[in-house]
């Protein structure tokens, strides 16, 4: 199976970014985790996003917070898929990331999850994978299923105590 690649910026993302290594981890998907900065280490991240395909990646998870830039360097160096989090982390209340992360400039695309998004980012790897493997498709499916039905017996729930 690919790789899925999780970068962020700082060890200070780790918070945010744990909620994508347990949802892969959840799906037994393998992946990898490194501190690569756009502004502070750019030669190691343009070095991970060039080889990021031959090296196994099928899907990049960027995460990245304040003028959040990572996830565009690494979509420029690669055209494995490339999957943003705009990271809470300043005065700004993720605003900055968010806007830095997804206002990317036409034939570079970064697909930008909301603020925080980790678990979002990591099941959109996930279905990228998927386009390939069957097993994991049907994972997926049998796991949305589970979450449709929570939802439903919660309204059975909350139907049973207020809609008498
Ligand atoms: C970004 O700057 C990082 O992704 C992090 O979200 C933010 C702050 O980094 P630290 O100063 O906490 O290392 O590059």
Redesign the pocket.
Known sequence: MKKVGII???D??LGVVEKAIDTLKDLEIPFEVHIY?A?RTPIEARDFSVNARENGFGAIIAA???A?H?AGAIAANTTVPVIGIP?K?STLDGLDALLSTVQMPGGIPVATVAIDGAQNAALLAAQIIAVSDAELAQKLDAQRKAAMETVLKKNQDISAKYNN
Do not use: E, Y
């Open positions: 962020m910026g700082s200070s993302d900065s502004h990245a917070g304040k959040a990572l990271v982390s």
